[in-house]
């Protein structure tokens, strides 16, 4: 039996193109990286922050409140990372608990029912994994936010700022137009989860970030980012004013775009953009017709394999089946 | 590489990715040996009780052909979709290029994909269902498994029908990155829309459902049922404990805790799993269906035959799901 080698990588994934990818991870997740709480000030008048799910405590790892948008109302929700240990640690470096999902759903269905623009801005490495977050629902915090957010009679802007990272920051990020920053980063898994996964080792992140094309330039290649907003030349903690004005602009442009829709058209265009988005294929399906034997052997003559194999009861032997 | 030819990989100590079970032996043999209780189990004997050991119960893994002679009332499946495959959207390579992936899970599970999704019958009543299967690159979601399922709840909407997912995932699929995320969007803001139209959406949970397929529809069941003792949660076990530095408890990512924290509506043993969606379907009619027992041809008669019929305590028959039989405790060889 053949040892299959995963060390060395994959042939398409330069060193230089994953050092690349790198930098970029790196600078989304710089310390002094513009943070929503300080974007906040720079973009909006008088913000007021909102806190609690009126179910279970108030999560430090999500803010948001009603503000003032060049005079227009708005609800502003966001990621928030701490900007050093203490802060991180009260706002749990930026990875929401289920309270926090809850908390931005509440603040959207005031906004839906009031009839404000809804602005989120995305910045964790993900939703907190850990067993309290488990216990109290955290799939089901997710999806039924993006659900929520699937439904929305408001224009919704979502602003990638950061690490858009997997289920928790897709959970306030299903919007009529994405924007990110130029050295944002937006993946199903962390680069350091991909590689453990994948490539059975962390020191393959930089690969793993490469291989998965997660940067704001790339995301919007694919389609899932509409628009990059372009960052001072040295990131954009180098200068928060020059970034936040940016975009600001970026929102104002959507904004008036978004404007022209009416609330079903908006829905539907919201719709009509996440039904589109994969890439599939459909074979001929001359070789489905015929005589009726089973699913396994129809699908089985389609490819033209043989029959199938049994079910794994373990994991162990197969790199596949951890999924995000 | 022929197929089944599984344990190329040798997956080191270090990272060992922890699910319940160990793996059973080989697929030539007559004979299993179920990971719970230890006991060899005779293959055809295995197939006639829906792949539970009759001994302690435990559930193995059912594909989605299993499934579908499970739940479905005999030849009334009639599958869509099923020519659709999946594009490589990034020219993903890890140890080999996904098209390379893809190709060996064909081969090995002789599907084209990781779910599949059709029209069929459940004790006459005619619902849409999508069932994922395992052993397709562990029934992780891609654009394919994301627009089955879209379809699924689609058509549903469209015949006015109550849709049935029944999951068995390991979570979004990584090698196509943020498109796979954007399936959780996909699909549900699919089955918002059958929300929104009052059709009942019964989510199967199997073993196992995690991460992406968890954290969308999966989640959002009108009704969550769940196989006993299936691993059930959010983050996958490396996920988890590469991020907050602990292992998750034995047990704690299973049906039976989320049952207790109110994710589940009932855990059901397979043996009734199909009564009971049978049964679910009757008493969650489609929005303005309601008159299932046809109330517009009553008759005194009638009236007084079902009250005779309540007083004799015949009411269980139609009264719900009956707790006792389909969330009866699991029959001692836990694990």
Same mark, same amino acid.
């Given at each position: ?23 970029? &991870? ?71 608990? +289920? ?29 907190? +994994? ?54 944002? &980063?937006?993946?199903?898994?962390? +680069? ?34 509409? &628009? ?83 079910? +794994? ?12 | ?26 697929? *030539?043999? !007559?004979? *299993? ?172 949970? %199997?073993?196992?459902? %995690? ?43 299973? !049906? ?40 517009? !041809? ?27 039989? %389909? ?9």
């Amino acid at each position: 039996m053949t040892e299959m080698t995963v060390q060395n990588g994959p042939p398409e994934v330069t060193d230089e193109a994953a050092q690349a990818a790198w930098r970029r &991870v790196q600078l989304a997740r710089h310390p002094h990286r513009p943070r929503t709480l300080s974007l906040v000030p720079q973009l909006f008048d008088e913000f007021v922050e909102l806190h609690g799910d009126r179910t279970f405590r108030d999560d430090p790892a999500i803010v948001g409140g009603p503000a003032l948008l060049e005079g227009r109302a708005v609800m502003v929700i966001g990621h928030q990372k701490g900007t050093d240990t203490e802060s991180n640690i009260f706002r749990n470096f930026g990875s929401p608990m +289920p309270e926090g999902f809850r908390k931005a759903q509440r603040l959207m269905r005031l906004a839906d029912r009031i009839g404000i623009p809804i602005i989120t801005f995305l910045d964790t490495a993900g939703a907190f +994994p850990g067993p309290a977050a488990e216990e109290r629902g955290q799939a089901e915090a997710i999806a039924s936010s993006i659900r929520l957010m699937t439904g929305l009679r408001v224009p919704v802007v979502v602003v990638i700022v950061g690490e858009g990272g997997s289920g928790g920051a897709l959970a306030i990020g299903v919007g009529d137009e994405v924007l990110a920053l130029e050295n944002a &980063v937006y993946s199903v898994i962390s +680069p350091e989860g991909c590689a453990a996964i994948l490539w059975r080792s962390a020191d393959a992140a930089p690969r793993a970030a490469a291989a998965m094309r997660m940067t704001a330039a790339e995301q919007r290649a694919l389609g899932v980012v509409d &628009v990059v907003i372009d960052e001072p030349a040295d990131g954009a903690h180098t200068d928060l004013p020059a970034t936040a004005a940016a975009i600001k602009r970026a929102i104002l442009d959507s904004l008036v775009r978004l404007d022209r829709l009416a609330p079903d058209d908006l829905r539907a265009a919201r719709y009509a953009r996440l039904r589109s988005i994969g890439t599939v294929l459909e074979l001929e399906a001359e070789a489905l017709r015929g005589t009726s034997p089973s699913l396994g052997e129809r699908l089985g003559r389609l490819l033209g394999l043989p029959a199938g194999a049994p079910i +794994p009861e373990s994991d162990e032997d197969d790199l596949d089946e951890e999924g995000a | 590489m022929p197929p089944c030819s599984r344990g190329d990989w040798r997956i080191g100590d270090a990272v060992k990715i922890k699910f319940p079970f160990s793996r059973r032996s080989g697929p *030539t043999d !007559a004979w *299993t040996k179920c990971p719970v209780c230890e006991n060899q189990l005779f293959n055809r004997q295995l197939e006639r009780s829906h792949r539970v050991c009759p001994t302690c119960g435990h559930h193995f893994r059912m594909s989605a052909g299993e499934r579908i002679d499970l739940l479905l009332d005999s030849g009334t499946f009639e599958e869509r979709d099923a020519n659709l495959v999946s594009g490589d959207p990034l020219g993903f390579v890890d140890s080999k290029p996904y098209p390379e992936r893809l190709e060996s899970s064909r081969v090995r599970s002789g599907l084209p994909e990781a779910a599949v999704w059709g029209i069929g019958k459940v004790e006459g009543q005619r619902i849409a269902i999508g069932l994922f299967d395992f052993r397709f690159m562990g029934g992780s979601m891609g654009s394919v498994v994301g627009e089955k399922v879209a379809r699924c709840f689609e058509a549903a909407l469209a015949e006015r029908i109550p849709a049935v997912i029944v999951s068995a995932s390991g979570g979004a699929r990584m090698q196509e990155g943020t498109i796979s995320l954007l399936q959780l969007a996909k699909t549900t803001a699919a089955l918002e829309r059958l929300n929104e139209a009052g059709i009942p959406f019964i989510s199967i949970l %199997t073993d196992p459902t %995690t991460g992406g397929v968890l954290a969308s529809f999966a989640s959002l069941g009108d009704v969550v049922l769940s196989e006993p003792r299936a691993l059930v949660g959010f983050a996958g076990a490396r996920v988890a404990s590469g991020t907050v530095g602990e292992e998750l408890p034995d047990g704690f990512q299973s !049906a039976e805790r989320l049952l207790e924290h109110g994710f589940v509506d009932v855990i059901v043993p397979r043996s009734q799993l199909r009564a009971t969606l049978a049964r679910l379907v009757r008493v969650l009619p489609v929005a303005g269906q309601s008159d299932g027992t046809d109330r517009r !041809a009553i008759r005194p008669i009638g009236i007084l035959q079902g009250l005779a019929q309540r007083v004799g305590g015949a009411v269980s028959e139609t009264a719900g799901i009956d707790t006792e039989t %389909t969330q009866a405790r699991p029959s001692g060889g836990g694990r």
